[in-house]
């Protein structure tokens, strides 16, 4: 296969998943992961996709509402070691917010034997955990994105509004050194403000694949956030540098 072959099917599958990660690329490619890193620079400066530091993610994943099965269909395993290390942090009779996402989802299914209260926008992760016999939940209420499932207006903002939870575990599809956890969807954003304002502890589950790409709005800095839990794959360079600028960053 010409290197100008390959690069439209290396586009076309990143487009198809949303994102990908380097390893996976040259696997399915059958090329080596240098390879890989020259075309997705390539792509990138021909403004096709973005490059992050664990691959690549389409321009549409930046820049709008991604839909839940294509979203669910990425970076299975990463997401669920992500919500076996963030199930550590919850205890007995807690008040949690969950955020809409498929991270979240892989944290609500572990979720569903404690004895919580459990409040979120999200449609999906409120029908999963209605099957607990001991895990309360709420939703929020309000509008709901026909893309994300999940409530997204100001009905919302003002259930949030007179909670007070224990801890908040927040989701996003982009998130940086520079420009911190961020989001293409104003709704969203506002959404995700006030989960952090209403819990006295902030977590931020977010797998490698997603780190060095930035949206349109940032929700926070990395430092504001209380813990952030991300993949093996995160490298070390990286890991540090978090860490010096005030993050608490640890991998799954």
Known sequence: MLPVERREHILAYVEEKGCANIEEMAEKFDVSQMTIRRDIRTLEQEDKLRV???GAVSKS???EDIPYEKKNAVNIEEKKSIAYEALKLVKEGQIVL???GTSTMALAKLLMRMKVT???PDLKIALQLSDSSTAKVYTTGGLVSAITKAHCDTTALSFLD???ADIAFLATNSWSLEHGMTTASTDHYYIRRKMLDRAKRSVLL?????FGASSMKTICQLDELDTIITDSRFDDENLAAIREAGGNIYRS
Request: charged residues 15%.
């Open 61 to 63: 994943f930046l820049m």
């Open 162 to 164: 007179s909670i007070n």
């Open 52 to 54: 992050t530091y664990g």
């Open 118 to 120: 459990i409040i979120t």
């Open 98 to 100: 969950l955020d809409a």
């Open 206 to 210: 977010a797998d490698s694949s997603k």
